[in-house]
């Protein structure tokens, strides 16, 4: 049923229990498999200044590349083939960017939930947002 299948990788507790569902379903239907780490710019600072410096922008870069890398090494060390993949922008926009680009069956990607609904709302969902935009199926893993 999937044929291709792009992991959206962030680093965290959630981030890994993603990574882990991934593999499992990679193996099983033998699906071709993508890493993506996403370095994202704070929202708030392109409205307050009107621009990010090139300093923070190579520094997330540089932070989700070793975030990145470290995914792929622990995919690696399990016997898995994987591309990895650094995109730079807004997370769900460049989740399905790359989906479509490569097209992808299965977008995972890892949630740890928030227990209010102001919370939710203020610091946004990437998985919760995904859902609307996605060109193809997503599974939102959720973190222990």
Known sequence: MYKRILMAYNGTREGKT?????TEIAAFERAETHLLAVASMP??????EGFLPEELI????????DVLSEGLAALKERGYSVAGHLAV???VEEICRVATELKCDLIVVGHKQKHSFAARWWRGSVGATLLDYAPCSVLVAMGA
Do not use: H, V
């Not at 993603?18 to 991934?22: F, V």
């Open 43 to 48: 929202s708030s600072m392109f409205l307050t």
């Open 58 to 65: 190579e520094e997330e870069k540089k932070r989700m590349q």
């Open 18 to 22: 993603a990574l882990l569902a991934c």
């Open 89 to 91: 922008g807004e997370p």
